[in-house]
């Protein structure tokens, strides 16, 4: 049977890159995001990449998803997209803004997982994670929430799909030069306190390349275990070495 990958949030980014380099490597990828246009340039020149543009926040946007695989296999499935938004304290945050935070960070990726369940065994589930998952940064409330439950997704999922033959992984992977990064530099140090030290490390290129996290993401699930696969959040900055990658 074919298989095909899944990549949420494939539009630009790591996503992007990460499609390119399983399609150049012979692989099916579906691209999986709202903007159709965004979508259409990652597949450019790459005829291995299929698109769908949904929002996977929305239950008909995880359907179309399904639709578009037919009865094929998944290989990996992974959930890249994610919503920084509401920025600021969350003395101040709204119920829609809060909820519209976890349909993107939370909900997606749960029930776009259980709506594929079948197509899964034998194959990988990535969560991308973020060190917010596992510390208080003020002013991203709304995100380090959404991020620790889906860090405990992660480790809940490992357990539970395991004797299904489905193996469940997260990957952290640094603080990568994206659109996400862009949008954090516009914030108000008011809303958050942190701001500078973003700005700064944009200015001194410290950034990690989304070509760079994309060969470790790759590696992460071609080059592993299934044991090792899920037994921990995978690191970019303590286990890039590992890989070869510099």
């Known amino acids: 049977m074919e298989t095909v990958s899944v990549i949420t949030g494939g539009g630009s980014g790591v996503g992007r890159a990460l499609a390119r380099r399983l399609a150049g490597a012979g692989g099916r990828v579906l691209v999986v995001g709202r903007r159709r246009l965004a979508l259409e340039e990652t597949a450019e020149g790459h005829d291995g990449i299929e698109v769908v543009a949904a929002d996977i926040a929305e239950a008909a946007g995880r359907d179309s998803v399904a639709t578009a695989l037919g009865e094929r296999a998944v290989r990996y499935l992974v959930h890249n997209a994610?919503?920084?938004e509401p920025v600021g304290p969350l003395a101040g945050v709204s119920v829609g803004a809060w909820r519209a935070s976890q349909a993107v960070n939370v909900e997606a990726p749960l029930f776009l997982t259980q709506a594929l369940l079948s197509r899964l065994p034998g194959g990988r589930v990535l969560h991308v994670s973020s060190g917010a998952a596992h510390r208080a940064i003020p002013g991203w409330g709304a995100y380090c929430t959404s991020k620790a439950a889906l860090y405990m997704l992660y480790t809940v999922l490992r357990e539970e799909l395991r004797d299904r033959d489905i193996a469940v992984g997260s990957v952290r992977p640094g603080v990568v030069d994206t659109d996400m990064q862009a949008l954090i530099r516009e914030?108000?140090?008011?809303?958050?306190?942190?701001?500078?030290?973003?700005?700064?490390?944009?200015?001194?290129?410290?950034?990690?390349?989304?070509?760079?996290?994309?060969?470790?993401?790759?590696?992460?699930?071609?080059?592993?275990?299934?044991?090792?696969?899920?037994?921990?959040?995978?690191?970019?900055?303590e286990h890039a070495a590992r890989f070869g990658i510099d």
Request: aromatic share 10%.
């Open 82 to 84: 994610g919503r920084l």
């Open 187 to 237: 914030q108000d140090e008011a809303d958050f306190p942190a701001v500078a030290r973003f700005r700064a490390l944009k200015e001194a290129g410290e950034l990690e390349p989304p070509e760079r996290v994309a060969a470790f993401v790759e590696a992460v699930l071609t080059g592993t275990e299934t044991a090792a696969f899920g037994a921990e959040e995978w690191d970019i900055r």
